[in-house]
């Protein structure tokens, strides 16, 4: 009680004797001409009455930090009706302890060194949750012996220029991770975190419409549940599945005000019922080709629905999304191109040397065989000189495919050039018997008949590792369990080249 006695005196100190300010006004009208004895006299009130219609935070605290002055908009922002509300209160009371514990910082620090701190940023978080920016200046009070007893202090809302400075930081960001071929899902997140950093109570994602366009990939979502995250992944694309997969659907932007009514969201309202999520808008963004790569989602905790700024921030959103996505794709087509067929699509000779030689190094650790097959068609230019390089094209597609469908894509095919393919043939496969077999199997599939036509004749030869197993015999007494061992193959039995030349006499072709 007599600390709340000190300060409300502390407070009345600052009213002097005097009439109101409107009445004073009131007599200043009535005169032509104003002197210096014509000066204002004022009641104290009026300087509360002032500083309340100011939109600055404007107050005072005591040596100890607790406000005794305090205008409405203090007041209003630490969620209080009046300003008598905020008095005897410190900012460690008022806010989260890390924004208070800074804020008392600052203080300690200007009545230490008696000097004012002007315009210097402080961030909070308001009691409704919303982020504030604030440019602060601060002026320690002196008494007559040159005593800090308190504190002076203006702030000023500065929270849309900082937004505004921080989604151009954010935007250059996200270009130059672009530009830089940062992995994909980094330069989502940059770009999710930094809309989000513009908007109170919403978080951000992105989906990704898979290669057959018929589900959604969850790509990022960095503030959302994990769980609701897990939910989402492998989402079909429909007219009634919540707002990415209709977007995706509808090749247009939804927005869903509330999830718990509306329809779009009926198959999937129990599931995500027990999330802080109310609103759910999304935006796709397409590729060059006009084709959905995906969508930017925004979920607030609020049923309400995107402000006009929002939905620009979402659109925004989606446009470097697309570009992004958009590089990544062209990258990965490049890599695959340098390492790959583009008539087979199988990886062609400049990966085959690095593939054998990863094989060879793993069989060397296990013990296991591993074997290296070349399938050569014969007389393959006769084809193309004789019926044009689209038919030879096909054919080495459907050759490829052939070979493929005989080992069920267990083993490394790779075209090797012109009309050469190899197979790198591992595991029991790769024992002579199987890989005898193997060979069998390759030519039937290979020269069978397709629509009254008969592909050309072709030759097999296998080069063969056979890797020899041997056991070190452990004493009887050893608890030891026996190693597997991998020795170096003699000349005998370690490497087998064997030929197989098969000659079909009838060679015709698709028509």
């Excluded at 980094?186 to 908007?199: A, H, K, R, W, Y």
């Excluded at 700024?309 to 570009?323: G, N, Y």
Aim: charge should be neutral; charged fraction near 30%; glycine fraction near 6%.
């Amino acid at each position: 009680m007599a600390q709340e006695n000190s300060l409300t005196a502390a407070q009345a100190g600052l009213l002097t004797s005097g009439k109101t300010l409107a009445e004073e006004l009131e007599r200043i009208n009535k005169l032509d001409h104003l002197s210096k004895d014509d000066q204002l006299h004022l009641s104290g009130d009026w300087v509360q009455t002032l500083v309340n219609h100011v939109s600055d935070y404007v107050y005072v605290k005591d040596r100890r930090h607790r406000f005794v002055v305090a205008n409405h908009q203090v007041a209003i922002d630490l969620g209080f009706h009046e300003p008598s509300q905020v008095i005897g209160k410190t900012d460690l009371e008022l806010h989260l302890p890390d924004t208070g514990s800074k804020f008392a910082a600052v203080e300690v620090a200007i009545m230490a060194s008696k000097e004012a701190s002007i315009d210097y940023e402080e961030k909070l978080i308001l009691a409704n949750g919303k982020r504030r920016w604030l440019s602060s200046s601060k002026f320690p009070v002196l008494n007559d012996r040159d005593e800090v007893v308190g504190i002076v202090g203006i702030s000023r809302d500065i929270t849309e220029r900082k937004k505004s400075d921080l989604l151009q930081q954010g935007q250059n960001k996200v270009l130059q991770e672009i530009a830089t071929a940062k992995p994909l899902p980094d330069v989502l997140e940059t770009l999710v975190l930094t809309i989000e950093s513009q908007m109170d109570g919403v978080v951000g994602s992105v989906m990704l419409v898979t290669e057959n366009g018929k589900n959604l990939q969850a790509a990022v979502a960095p503030n959302l549940p994990r769980e609701y995250v897990s939910l989402c992944d492998g989402l079909p694309v429909g007219p009634r599945v919540g707002s990415c997969g209709t977007a995706v659907y509808r090749r247009e932007s939804v927005f869903v005000e509330n999830i718990h009514e509306d329809e779009l969201w009926e198959d999937f309202r129990e599931a995500v019922s027990r999330f802080e999520m109310r609103s759910c808008w999304s935006v796709p963004f397409f590729g060059k080709d006009t084709q959905v790569l995906g969508t930017f989602g925004l979920y607030s905790n609020e049923v309400r629905s995107p402000t006009e700024h929002e939905k620009k921030l979402a659109v925004e959103a989606a446009r470097l999304a697309s570009i992004a996505v958009e590089r990544e794709r062209a990258e990965k087509e490049i890599r695959f191109l340098a390492s790959h067929d583009v008539l087979t699509g199988l990886p062609n000779r400049h990966d085959f040397k690095a593939k054998l030689a990863e094989k060879i190094e793993c069989s060397r650790t296990t013990g296991d065989p591993v074997a290296v097959l070349f399938v050569d068609l014969d007389n393959f230019k006769f084809v193309n000189d004789s019926f044009g390089h689209a038919i030879g094209d096909r054919v080495l597609t459907i050759v490829a495919e052939r070979i493929l469908s005989v080992h069920d894509r267990r083993h490394q095919s790779i075209r090797f050039g012109g009309d050469e393919f190899v197979l790198i043939v591992e595991g029991k496969d790769a024992d002579k018997p199987a890989l005898i077999d193997l060979m069998a199997r390759l030519k039937n599939e290979i020269t069978k008949t397709s629509e009254s036509a008969i592909f050309p004749s072709m030759s097999l030869a296998a080069l063969v590792r056979l890797v020899i197993r041997s056991t070190r015999k452990m004493p009887s007494n050893s608890s030891r369990t026996p190693t597997r061992r991998c020795s170096r193959p003699s000349r005998r039995d370690g490497m087998v080249t064997r030929s197989l030349k098969i000659q079909d006499r009838e060679r015709r072709l698709i028509d």
